[in-house]
């Protein structure tokens, strides 16, 4: 997880390599507390994820409620088909891409 941008007018994160049980139990504690201090959009750029399993799919949609919680936007771009797929397929796409 490396953040891109963070400023006021916009938070951008990208993510690496495959978001599974391991990556998620090393990266959540990090990224939450990110999001908890956030003041603008966020962007989670997927352009070098590989693959998404469900507990990264769960740290997604637990983002996507704090983020709207704090009253602002959440997007993932640059997905790969993959990764869309999985999305698509678990109807999330429309949410979050």
């Known amino acids: 997880m490396k953040v891109i941008q963070s400023d ?15 990556y998620v139990s090393k990266n959540d504690v990090r990224f939450f507390a990110l999001l908890n ?3 603008a959009p966020v962007i989670l750029d997927f352009s070098e994820v590989s ?19 704090q009253g ?7 997905t790969r088909p993959e990764v869309e797929n999985i999305f698509q397929m678990t109807s999330l796409g429309d949410l979050l891409i």
């Open 37 to 39: 201090s956030l003041e």
């Open 8 to 22: 006021e007018s916009l938070v951008k994160i990208a993510f690496a390599g495959k978001l599974d049980s391991i």
């Open 51 to 69: 693959y998404i399993g469900s507990l990264g799919i769960r740290m997604v949609l637990m983002a996507l409620k704090e983020v709207k919680r």
């Open 72 to 78: 602002y936007t959440l997007k993932i771009e640059n």
